[in-house]
């Protein structure tokens, strides 16, 4: 073979080696060899192939589930309203409820624009959805899955399918039943004959079912008489009927109903169906007060309402009550429950005179609540909500519009003795600890200025201990305190005790320390008797136990882990119990049991509280202010006839006639307090018995000052009072010593106390 022949050849041979030689610099580099590993299992091919798979699959099961329901042929039974029964703690009825309230109108009844606002709030689409909305099928179960709430979504034919056919429950297969029958019941039925299927089914409240009777319970009308902006308030309460009633709702309630009924006419507009320049002028039309029903005459109104308002926060809708068909056993005792009505009646409803506006004005905005609790159990033997659902539509005993005062300041010590905190002198802070107790004394320590001042300017002295401060509320002590302590720790203790974290807590304010937060008897029982039962969490219940024939409602844990320390719940039930024998809660103070307690009164005396306790018994009085027929708060001085009506006054004497009436042949106990850390005594360089200040402050008064017509209450002398827990002698302003054990004590008020007292 020649040369060139060989080259050739050679040539040849490279020409058929190099595609698997570059086969394999390209396997090499990563390039478009062949596959291994977990790619030869992710091709698009594969994943296009199992996301039409899983259509498929999807659809097969969509199919099978629609033809395997079919769509009921009659209504639910709770479409037809069954009754509830609610019986005492000793199983005795106490009221019936739940007769069907419904009367049903044919569309033509209804007027059109009413018809729109609830399309505009509930299901804009309805006219030309298919019965079900899937994206908002999707975005109801996104929020469940995120924890942002149940499922919503719904359209109107769901709404009304689930009304007329189904139940209430949130199981995920009452939901799919709900969707498949929707379909269903829209391929059969008109838009119409759905839309007043649904208006004639729905729950609004004030136990009206359907439009007709919702529109006689909240305007007195028929449903053809509703005008548009009225039709707009019945499509924003349907959501929450009890929190949305006007007539009860509490501010937030109010705040959330106005922003619904807000977005029923803003939608309406979006619509085309509203003029824009008429909106502007349409504002909610208040509904009428609510009648009460029927065998919910005096308190057994408050106490249901106090029931459904307890299930109702374990998630039980007002519709899932109203449906109807529950056994309710309340902790009502009924000899307690007499006693603590005939107290109210005796110690203030008979020393009223509601009917002379002339000369008793004052006497037509009282109005009183009270709470009373087992320390032991939790449960709630007592409550008082008012004169009666045909006067206040809304209990007295869980309304949160109003100001704890000093009933407050027991928390303040409570978080100072669970932080260990210290004075400005760096000594800790026990009840025998000392602070200036000079009225209008500007607090040091704080970023906000406050100077708050005492029960009649009065000042108590440079040195006064924690025990003789509480007894006698002295209101510059106690703003020491929080200052000291820190007013966020103090928050931190008040809501582990059982108080509510409601919009407009004062944050990081001294003025906290007179209870200028919202509070009701409900939760103030709860923080009392989390105190009387050695630190223990009570948080309490009015449900006893509740039954229905599609399953048991499971009552809220009474009694819970240790809320704060024995030792410091102890301390303070010890520091309470002088209140009683020694200060301004003397009023209680019985041979027949051993007492704790705390008064409080608000600025410009709107409202009195005595918050008291005995091992067996907590008890929480409040009285109010209200301007009748508003929730405009006014002053309490002059509440029959009298001066200012404060926490010594009338709640006081409620709770005592109340106690020994509801503890009369019990065997009543005395605290068990041996845990209780009073600290090392300090005696006082002078004494802490109050004298006038001895001229106006510069400063303006703070919120702590009698309202400008108070009456100036006529001084009365002071007497000697001995004293346990400050055996050491002080010395009188004048230097001459004293056989005292502690300072000495002013009468208390005929009618209470100033701000924070």
């Known amino acids: 073979m020649g040369r060139a022949e060989a080259r050739k050849a050679q040539q040849q041979r490279g020409a058929r080696r190099a595609p698997s ?30 996301f039409l798979g899983l259509i498929l699959l999807l659809m097969a099961a969509a199919i099978i589930l629609y033809f395997s329901v079919n769509e009921p042929t009659d209504p639910n039974k709770q479409a037809t309203l069954q009754s509830n029964t609610y019986r005492y703690a000793d199983g005795s009825v106490m ?15 209804i007027p059109e624009d009413v018809r729109t606002a609830f399309i505009a709030i509930e299901n804009k689409s309805f006219y030309q959805d298919r019965g079900i909305d899937v994206m908002g099928v999707a975005r109801g179960l996104f929020n469940t899955v995120t924890g942002k709430g149940k499922a919503g979504g719904s359209t109107i034919t769901q709404q009304y399918v689930k009304n007329y056919y189904l139940t209430q429950d949130q199981s995920a297969t009452r939901k799919l039943r709900e969707l498949v029958i929707s379909l269903k019941v829209d391929q059969r039925m008109e838009k119409d004959d759905i839309l007043v299927g649904y208006l004639n089914t729905n729950f609004y409240g004030r136990n009206a079912y359907g439009i007709q009777a919702a529109a006689q319970a909240f305007y007195g009308v028929d449903a053809d008489k509703l005008t548009l902006e009225q039709g707009a308030y019945l499509a924003s309460v349907i959501q929450a009927p009890s929190q949305y009633d006007l007539a009860t709702a509490g501010p937030n309630g109010t705040r959330l109903v106005n922003i619904r009924f807000n977005a029923v006419l803003d939608n309406m507009v979006e619509m085309g169906k509203l003029d824009p320049a008429k909106r502007k002028t349409m504002t909610l039309p208040p509904p009428i007060a609510p009648k009460p029903r029927p065998g919910m005459e005096g308190q057994k109104g408050y106490l249901i309402q106090a029931a459904n308002d307890e299930m109702n926060e374990q998630k039980i809708t007002d519709a899932q009550i109203a449906a109807g068909g529950w056994n309710i056993v309340l902790n009502i005792d009924p000899k307690k429950q007499a006693a603590l009505e005939k107290a109210v009646q005796d110690e203030l409803e008979s020393k009223l005179d509601r009917k002379d506006t002339k000369n008793r004005p004052q006497d037509q905005s009282v109005q009183a609540g009270a709470t009373s609790v087992d320390p032991k159990t939790g449960a709630i033997v007592a409550m008082y909500g008012g004169q009666g659902l045909a006067e206040k539509s809304a209990s007295n005993a869980l309304r949160t519009d109003y100001q704890p005062g000093s009933t407050f300041k027991p928390i303040v010590l409570a978080s100072a003795l669970e932080n260990n905190a210290n004075t400005q002198d760096r000594k800790p802070i026990t009840p025998n600890a000392l602070y200036d107790g000079t009225s209008k004394r500007q607090v040091v320590g704080s970023k906000i200025p406050f100077n708050p001042q005492n029960q009649d300017d009065k000042d108590f002295g440079k040195e006064i201990t924690v025990q003789d ?25 008040a809501l582990a005790l059982g108080m509510k974290d409601r919009e407009g807590w004062p944050e990081d304010k001294p003025a906290m320390s007179l209870g200028t937060m919202s509070a009701n008897t409900l939760e103030m029982a709860g923080v009392y008797a989390t105190l009387d039962n050695h630190g223990k969490k009570v948080t309490p219940t009015i449900i006893k136990s509740a039954e229905h024939k599609d399953g048991e409602f499971t009552p809220r844990q009474a009694v819970g882990s240790q809320a704060i320390s024995r030792q410091t719940a102890d301390t303070v039930t010890k520091v309470l119990t002088g209140v009683v024998n020694d200060g301004s809660g003397n009023k209680v103070k019985s041979s027949a049991y051993e007492a704790a307690g705390k008064t409080g009164t608000t600025e410009s005396n709107v409202a009195g509280w005595f918050t008291g306790y005995t091992p067996e018994l907590v008890t929480v009085v409040a009285m109010f202010g209200e301007e009748p027929g508003t929730h405009k708060q006014v002053t309490l001085t002059g509440t029959a006839g009298g001066g200012r009506a404060g926490g010594s006054s009338f709640p006081a004497e409620i709770w005592k006639a109340y106690t020994l009436a509801a503890l009369k042949g019990e065997d009543t106990d005395k605290f068990d307090v041996s845990d209780a850390e009073m600290g090392a005594s300090q005696a006082p360089s002078r004494s802490a018995s109050p004298t006038p200040s001895p001229s106006p402050s510069s400063q303006p008064p703070a919120s702590s000052s009698p309202p400008p017509n108070s009456p100036t209450p006529t001084p009365t002398p002071t007497p000697t009072n001995t004293r346990t827990t400050s055996p050491t002698p002080t010395t009188s302003p004048t230097a001459t010593p004293t056989k005292t054990g502690g300072p000495k004590p002013p009468d208390p008020p005929l009618f209470g106390e100033n701000q924070g007292h």
Not at 38 to 49: A, D, E, N
Not at 97 to 107: A, D, K
């Open 21 to 50: 030689g570059r086969a394999k610099g390209a396997k090499d580099k990563g390039g478009a060899g062949k596959r291994t590993g977990i790619r030869r299992f992710f091709t698009w091919k594969k994943i296009l192939g199992t």
């Open 95 to 109: 009221a019936r409820t739940g007769e069907m309230n419904r009367e049903l109108v044919p569309i033509d009844k």
């Open 469 to 493: 401060a509480t007894n006698f509320s002295v209101n510059s002590v106690y703003a020491q305190m929080i200052v000291d302590v820190g007013p966020p720790a103090v928050k931190k203790t």
